[in-house]
């Protein structure tokens, strides 16, 4: 178990840029792990945002979010970021990040299933506005 603490929410107008932060707590790591951001609007499912492959080295993003969104990894200080640019009305929620349960490339082809996820963070609220 990794305890993930994420910071950097806030207000931001849309068409604006905020960067969030997942880092590990206690001396704990996931440099071993591939990570996800997913994030919960109110009364809606915690969706899939993106995903960073073990190395740092390979992502993928939701649709609605290429272009925009940025996922990186510092796996010498076990920090996940989230750089957000050009937000939109629908990008608005609760962002959270989480350790995939597989350990190195072994959950990879299974990054878009929150399933495979674990460790999640307490979230951080984005709000936009407009």
């Known amino acids: 178990q990794v305890q993930l603490v994420e910071s950097g929410g806030g207000l931001v107008q849309a068409g604006g840029s905020l960067s969030l932060s997942c880092a590990a707590a206690?001396?704990?790591?996931?440099?071993?792990?591939?990570m996800g951001w997913f994030r919960q609007a109110p009364g809606k499912e915690r969706e899939f945002v993106a995903a960073?492959?073990?190395?740092?080295?390979?992502?993928d993003y939701v649709d609605s979010v290429k272009g925009r969104f940025a996922i990186s990894k510092d796996n010498t200080n076990n920090i996940l970021y989230l750089e957000m640019n050009s937000l939109k009305p629908e990008d608005p929620a609760v962002y959270y990040c989480?350790?995939?349960?597989?350990?190195?490339?072994?959950?990879?082809?299974?990054?878009?299933?929150?399933?495979?996820?674990?460790?999640w963070g307490q979230g951080t609220q984005v709000t936009v506005s407009s």
């Open positions: 989480a350790r995939q349960t597989g350990l190195f490339g072994s959950t990879w082809h299974r990054r878009r299933d929150i399933q495979i996820y674990v460790d």
């Open positions: 206690s001396g704990g790591t996931f440099s071993t792990f591939p």
């Open positions: 960073i492959f073990w190395t740092g080295t390979g992502t």
